[in-house]
């Protein structure tokens, strides 16, 4: 069975500095990696996927995700916070073995963005 | 275009009660999900319905239910509301359930208050 561990529950960087939200996976095959943003009160947004196409993957507002097999880990980042990166962010996997490609979450962690 | 439509944005209920939450896919989208975020957690899979169909259901009770229409629209149904239904009910869609790799895109929620 396949499962999401997103390691913190909140990050808190200072505006300018690296965003590094981390992201752990467990998967009996090569699995299929998300990375969604979830504004107050909002639904959420898909930011990058990572399909095998490359390990480096380039996502929406400058947000970056590195697929590392042998670390089994999915990490989002950025190099340059901004104030309106403030949101909870999700980590997910595709489900593999099910005919429903339902996506299975981690947690969240929530960013916060100090002035 | 617009993305995915949901109503109502927000619903208070009482327990005991049933509640009907309505989901609207992107135009051309064939496939509708199903996910419930309790508050502070990562969205868990409950429905996926695809051409009218149910594709595959999470591991909710049988007092959750759902169904989708010709029009690719769908309903979510719960009966006999406990208070820990309360959450964010999001929906999301896709033209059709392909492959892991597909893209879910997701509407802005209801969220469900039961009292």
């Known amino acids: 069975a396949q499962s999401v561990t997103q390691l913190g529950s909140h990050v808190s960087v200072s505006e300018g500095a690296l965003v590094l939200l981390r992201c752990n996976y467990s998967?009996?095959?090569?699995?299929?990696l998300f990375w969604y943003v979830q504004y107050p009160n909002q639904g959420l947004q898909l930011l990058l996927k990572y399909t095998s196409a490359a390990t480096l993957v380039k996502g929406i507002n400058g947000f970056e995700a590195e697929f590392k097999k042998s670390e089994t880990s999915f990490h989002l980042t950025k190099p340059s916070a901004h104030m309106s990166d403030a949101a909870e962010y999700f980590c997910?996997?595709?489900?593999?073995?099910?005919?429903?490609?339902?996506?299975?979450w981690g947690a969240g962690t929530k960013l916060i963005i100090k002035p | 275009d617009a993305g995915v439509t949901q109503s109502p944005t927000h619903l208070i209920k009482t327990r005991g009660q049933h509640v009907t939450l309505r989901c609207s896919p992107i135009?051309?989208?064939?496939?509708v999900s199903w996910y419930q975020q309790v508050l502070g957690q990562g969205p868990q899979f409950i429905f996926q319905y695809y051409e009218k169909e149910e594709r595959g259901r999470g591991n909710f009770p049988d007092r959750f239910s759902a169904r989708q229409f010709p029009n690719y629209s769908s309903e979510l149904n719960v009966n006999a509301l406990l208070l820990g239904d309360s959450a964010l009910y999001l929906c999301?869609?896709?033209?059709?359930?392909?492959?892991?790799?597909?893209?879910?895109?997701f509407g802005p929620g209801t969220r469900l208050l039961v009292l």
């Open positions: 998967s009996s095959v090569p699995p299929y």
């Open positions: 999301a869609s896709t033209i059709a359930p392909q492959g892991h790799q597909e893209t879910q895109y």
């Open positions: 997910a996997v595709s489900a593999t073995g099910h005919s429903n490609y339902q996506l299975i």
């Open positions: 135009s051309g989208h064939k496939s």
